[in-house]
C-alpha cells in the first residue's frame, strides 16, 4: 500500500499562483510514476501532469506551458508548481503514484485531493 498527503491548495485571483505538495508513504521503492490529475464539478477527472521516477513528464494540454511538475525522489514527494492560473483551473486536486504491485500488475493509488479555486 502507498498512502500520499496532499497540502498547499487554496483560493487565489487569476493571474496568480500556487504550489501544490504531495508525500507518499508505505511501499514507496514500487513506485514508477507520480502524478496530479483534477476534478472539477459535472466533468470527469483529468490529466494534469506526471512523471516517471527517471524524469519523464507529460502535461494536460491545458495547462501546458503553464503549470510545472517535479519530483525529490529522495523524500518521495511530487510538487505541481502552477502559474497563470485561470478561472477554469479550479478544481479539487488529486495526487496520483502508480506502482508495480507484481510483475503483472499495476496499482494506482490517490490522495485525498486538495481544493484548488481560483476567482476572476
Known amino acids: 500500500q502507498v498512502q500520499l498527503v496532499e497540502s498547499g491548495g487554496g483560493l487565489v485571483q487569476s493571474g496568480g499562483s500556487l504550489r501544490l505538495s504531495c508525500a507518499a508513504s508505505?511501499?514507496?521503492?514500487?513506485?514508477?510514476?507520480m502524478g496530479w490529475y483534477r476534478e472539477a464539478p459535472g466533468k470527469q477527472r483529468e490529466l494534469v501532469a506526471d512523471?516517471?521516477?527517471?524524469?519523464?513528464?507529460n502535461y494536460g494540454d491545458s495547462v501546458k506551458g503553464r503549470f510545472t511538475i517535479s519530483r525529490d525522489n529522495a523524500k518521495n514527494t511530487v510538487y505541481l508548481q502552477m502559474n497563470s492560473l485561470k478561472p477554469e483551473d479550479t478544481a479539487v486536486y488529486y495526487c496520483?503514484?502508480?506502482?508495480?504491485?507484481?510483475?503483472?500488475?499495476?496499482?494506482?493509488?490517490w490522495g485525498q485531493g486538495t481544493q484548488v479555486t481560483v476567482s476572476s
Open positions: 508505505g511501499r514507496v521503492s514500487t513506485i514508477y510514476a
Open positions: 496520483s503514484a502508480d506502482r508495480q504491485k507484481d510483475p503483472a500488475t499495476t496499482v494506482r493509488s
Open positions: 512523471m516517471t521516477n527517471s524524469g519523464a513528464s
